[in-house]
């Protein structure tokens, strides 16, 4: 059993910057591949990233490549996403995820553990 906690979010204005943090706990974290998703308001969740078990290898949605970098740290036991240039329709609860791979994927089922979410808000 994985326990993922995400950071406080928070608000920020429109091309500002914010980072996420997951903290995880339970099985060695670098046994995990990772991944960040996103709910905006009246949709459904949507991949935003997803990191390898050492960091090596990331993808990214289109939505969010250049603008966001997932990263880690395994002997924190910790998950970041770098969120720049933030814009309204980054609003929505950020969620981080574990898979028990080495590497994962950009669907909801490719991953086992779940945060409980972190809001951002993106003012303009």
């Known amino acids: 059993q994985v326990q993922l906690v995400e950071s406080v979010g928070g608000l920020v204005q429109a091309g500002g910057s914010l980072r996420l943090s997951c903290a995880a706990s339970?099985?060695?974290?670098?046994?995990?591949?990772m991944g960040w998703f996103r709910r905006a308001p009246g949709k459904e969740r949507e991949f935003v990233a997803t990191i390898s078990y050492n960091g090596g290898s990331t993808i990214y949605a289109d939505s969010v490549k250049g603008l966001f970098t997932i990263s880690r740290t395994n002997a924190k036991n910790t998950l970041y996403l770098q969120m720049n240039s933030l814009q309204p329709e980054d609003t929505a609860v950020y969620y981080c995820?574990?898979?028990?791979?080495?590497?994962?994927?950009?669907?909801?089922?490719?991953?086992?553990?779940w945060g409980q979410g972190t809001r951002v808000t993106v003012s303009s």
């Open positions: 339970g099985r060695p974290f670098s046994n995990y591949a």
């Open positions: 995820a574990a898979a028990k791979t080495y590497y994962s994927g950009n669907h909801d089922q490719d991953y086992d553990y």
